[in-house]
């Protein structure tokens, strides 16, 4: 939501690779559905949340496994489930930030 996408979201993902590679400029993130681009509001909502988590001073943030934005171990990419972190939890990691996954 920070990243200004509506609720409910359409599905969306990298097209491959996993969050590191939309963080680094490398990947876009594609709705499933019509291939629109909205790798910018991923973005968006992954630097919302490295502000908030460096505003309280987490050392440590809680995300959901298998996000494209918030996956720990293996998010969802180009149609299929890979190792990697999505955008967001990639983020946070560059930021110093640990994460963990709840399923």
Do not use: K, N
């Not at 939501?1 to 963080?23: C, F, N, S």
């Amino acid at each position: 939501m920070a990243g200004g996408l509506p609720v409910p979201r359409p599905a969306a993902e990298p097209r491959q690779g996993d969050g590191r590679d939309v963080w680094a400029g490398r990947q876009q993130v594609l709705t499933v559905e019509t291939g629109e681009d909205v790798t910018q509001a991923f973005l968006d909502g992954a630097r919302a949340a490295v502000s908030t988590a460096q505003a309280v001073q987490a050392r440590l943030a809680i995300l959901q496994e298998r996000s494209p934005s918030c996956g720990v171990q293996s998010t969802h990419s180009g149609g299929e489930l890979v190792d990697g972190p999505g955008v967001a939890a990639a983020a946070l990691l560059a930021a110093g930030i640990s994460v963990a996954a709840v399923i």
